[in-house]
């Protein structure tokens, strides 16, 4: 049974209008509508998913784009239900490394139901499933509790994939990268070179003395520390053929 859930900007925008019409037929074409539910900016979404189960839905399908999945992951990964994406507008990143296409085309994949199980990272509590950024990495990170690592360039940031065109989110690991630029000879005629190291982690502590910045699938989270683990295979969601793992 399934339920699909429209994002606000979908439903205030009218130029989705004839596009939501296509799709809508084209699920009923493939004997697969079910429920919508429409997201509100007064409305809990997870309170609202949670009722949709509790009455026998099984697949929750995000109509919307990256931040629509950012709203529901943690209620679909607590809930084992399994995730659909049909991605309309902008801000689809995640769509495409699930290999899924643009509006009534992503309806085919999802009659399709190819279902992945893929690992979600966590931040402070917080589930991801891309990756984190830190533009201005100086703080001192903490692997797996074996060893640590601390930044002396002037210039370093860090990087953690979880899914990404080259990393494979069903591992039970993330890669952390390490990218620092490093001054190589003397005075005027040293050059600077880009020195990047990957470590593949299950758990990572970042401690800092000043409050530090980190991007979280694109989204500001500020603290002097940042606790990043894995959770293995919590996550079951529908992919296309043209997924990038």
Request: glycine share 8%; hydrophobic share 40%.
């Amino acid at each position: 049974m399934y339920c699909y859930l429209y994002d606000e900007y979908i439903q205030e925008n009218k130029r989705f209008e004839r596009e939501l019409l296509k799709i809508e037929n084209r699920l009923t074409d493939l004997g697969i509508a079910g429920k919508v539910s429409r997201l509100a900016l007064f409305r809990n979404a997870e309170e609202m998913i949670r009722d949709e189960i509790d009455h026998g839905v099984s697949t929750i399908v995000v109509v919307g784009n990256d931040e629509t999945i950012r709203k529901v992951i943690d209620v679909v990964a607590d809930n084992d239900v399994v995730l659909g994406i049909i991605p309309i507008g902008p801000n689809n990143e995640l769509a495409r490394m699930m290999g899924i296409p643009q509006g009534e085309a992503a309806c085919d994949v999802l009659s399709a139901r190819r279902v992945e199980k893929i690992d979600v990272g966590t931040v402070n509590g917080r589930r991801f499933v891309t990756g984190l950024t830190m533009p201005n990495f100086h703080a001192e990170i903490t692997c797996e509790d074996k060893f640590r690592v601390t930044s002396v360039a002037r210039q370093s940031e860090l990087e953690i994939r979880n899914l990404a065109d080259v990393t494979d989110p069903r591992d039970g690991r993330f890669e952390a990268i390490i990218r620092s630029a490093i001054k190589q000879g003397w005075g005027i005629f040293g050059k600077t070179k880009l020195m990047e190291s990957i470590l593949p982690l299950k758990s990572m502590a970042i401690r800092s003395d000043k409050p530090i910045s980190l991007f979280v699938d694109g989204e500001e989270m500020k603290s002097t520390r940042f606790d990043i683990g894995i959770e293995p295979l919590l996550l079951k969601v529908i992919t296309g053929k043209a997924r990038v793992f």
